[in-house]
Every structure is written in C-alpha cells, then in structure tokens.
C-alpha cells in the first residue's frame, strides 16, 4: 500500500510516524545528555597561580603609577601655593629664604643658598641631580676620612706629616670648592637650561674627575690615602691600613660613578638643545645685565677717547 508522498512508490520505507520510538509523548520524557566536562588534556591547575602572579603585578603597577600621581600632585600643589603667594604680593616673586647648608637657627653663620630639587629641577632631571649631590656628599665624607687615615699614619710615623697637612687642606678646600664651583653650576644649569652654566660644569667636573682618580692612586707625600699610600702602610703598620683602604675603596668608587655621571649629563645636554652659541649669548647677556657694568660703561662713554 502506497502511502502519500512516497512519489507512488510502493516499496518505500513507512514513514516515523509508523515507529513508536519517536512517539512525542515518548520522547519528551527521555533524560537530557549529560553535561561536557573538560578533559586532563584541557585542565591546567597551573592557570589559577599563573592568573595570580599577573593580577599581583599590575596592582603592583597601579600602586606604583598611583605614588608618581601623588608625588607630582602633591608637588602641582607647593606651586600652587607658591603662586597664589606671588599673586598676594601683586605678582611679585615669593621669597625664598635660604636653605642650604642646613644650620641650626643658633649658628651665626646662615644659609647662603636655596635648594629644592623637587620644587626647581624639572621631573625629567631629578634623578641625576639628587646623584650628583649624594656623589658630593661622597666625596666629602671621603676627604674627611681620608684625614682620619692620614692623622692615624701620622700619629705612628711622624714623617708623614707633609700627608696630614695636605689631607686637611684638601678637606677644608675641596668641600666647599666643590659645591659652588660644580655642583651649583649643574643645578643651575637644568634649572634654567643655561648653557653657560652646563658648559662651566663641564669644564670644572673633568678637573674633578681627574683629582678623583689621583685620590683613587694614592700618590705618597700628595695626602691621599689611595691604593699605592694603603698598600706602604699595610707591610708597615696594619691597623692604620684599615683605615686607609676603605678610603681608596671609596675614592675609586667615587671617581668611577664621576664618570659615569659626566656622560649622563652630557647626553642630557646634547637633548636639552644647548650650544656653545647659546653659551656666548648667555654670557654676554649676563655682563651688560651687571649694573657695576653698566655704570662703568657708560662711564668710558661719557668720558669719550
């Protein structure tokens, strides 16, 4: 018997209707297949640790980004006050006193600079400011025990007292020298991005370099406890030697970082645009803005030949 829609053939299969397995009142009432799990091959345990290592760095990376924000927020705010102050004083500058060297109020002797690297130095060149005052500090705690060493030689052989003399000397010049003449330049210079002041740097910290690594020799009779002076009086007294080796130790450390610092702020220079040039006009500037100049110019003009 042909049934409909078999195109009349009669030997076509029934359709399912005629199976009782695809009953629909059967059907709804099979149990649903069970659910997928993942296979060993797609389970890593590791990925729970893995996603905790990288969640801990980037709050480690927000915690530090969210310092900087509030380093350079808390910095916007002392020049906010600062011109606030100035507006108070009808656009004058606000005064600053004096804060360098850092004396007790008793002292009869002031501060005779200013000094905030936070507040003067632009964000981009504190870092290698704040290494060149610690480099200065260095080197003065150096000098200072390097006339320990020198007085403790003294002390046990007193034909080294050419040594003791020079090596107070050196303290009681070299530290003060040291600051206005290369320290206060290269502050100055990223300052106020003065040629100038970049190129007197230059020029004065290459002459100090090369004491630092006389320093770091040690020459006898030059009154610095470098490596040559340390290594005559270990074969003769080795106590003053613990003294005078950790000296040598520190001028060379001090005169290696020189070095390493000179060409930072060298490379810095270069990107800053300063030039020779620029250097002259800064100069010239500089002398005809002197009022004794001025006055004395004008007074040889007055005059006439």
Same mark, same amino acid.
């Given at each position: 018997m042909a049934h409909p829609g078999d195109g009349g053939n009669p030997f076509a299969e029934p *359709?399912? =209707?005629d199976n009782p397995f695809q009953d629909p009142a059967v059907t709804q009432h099979r149990p649903s297949p069970p659910p997928q799990y993942a296979?060993?091959?797609v389970y890593n345990p590791f990925d729970?640790? $893995?996603?905790? #290592? #990288? #969640?801990?760095?980037a709050t480690a990376d927000l915690l530090r980004q969210q310092e900087e924000l509030n380093r350079k927020a808390e910095e916007l705010d002392r020049r906010e006050q600062e011109l606030r102050h100035a507006e108070a004083l009808g656009g004058a500058s606000p005064p600053?006193? @004096? @804060?360098? *060297? *850092?004396? +007790?109020a008793f002292c009869p002797v002031q501060p005779c600079f200013f000094q905030d690297i936070a507040v003067e130095i632009p964000q981009e060149f504190q870092r290698v400011v704040t290494a060149m005052y610690y480099l200065w500090l260095c080197s003065t705690a150096s000098l200072l025990l390097n006339f320990v060493a020198s007085l403790a030689w003294f002390c046990v052989s007193t034909d080294r007292g050419s040594d003791f003399g020079l090596a107070l000397l050196w303290a009681l010049i070299f530290t003060p020298c040291s600051f206005v003449c290369w320290y206060r330049p290269m502050y100055k210079a990223f300052r106020s991005d003065s040629s100038f002041n970049f190129f007197v740097f230059f020029f004065v910290f290459f002459v100090q370099d090369a004491v630092y690594v006389l320093q770091a020799i040690g020459i006898p009779g030059w009154g610095f406890s470098?490596?040559?002076?340390?290594?005559?009086?270990? &074969?003769? @007294? *080795? +106590?003053?030697?613990?003294? #005078?080796?950790?000296?040598? =130790?520190?001028?060379t450390g001090i005169a290696v970082l020189g070095i390493v610092l =000179? &060409?930072?702020?060298?490379?810095?220079?270069?990107?800053?645009?300063?030039?020779?040039? &620029?250097?002259? $006009? $800064?100069?010239?500037?500089?002398?005809?803005a002197n009022p004794a100049v001025r006055t004395a110019a004008a007074s040889a003009a007055f005059r006439g030949p």
């Open positions: *359709p399912d =209707l296979t060993l091959d729970s640790h $893995e996603q905790q #290592a #990288a #969640a801990a760095v600053r006193r @004096n @804060n360098w *060297p *850092p004396l +007790p470098g490596w040559v002076s340390a290594l005559m009086v270990l &074969k003769s @007294n *080795p +106590p003053v030697a613990v003294l #005078a080796l950790p000296v040598a =130790l520190l001028f =000179l &060409k930072r702020i060298h490379s810095l220079y270069r990107r800053t645009g300063a030039s020779f040039q &620029k250097a002259q $006009e $800064e100069f010239a500037a500089g002398v005809f």
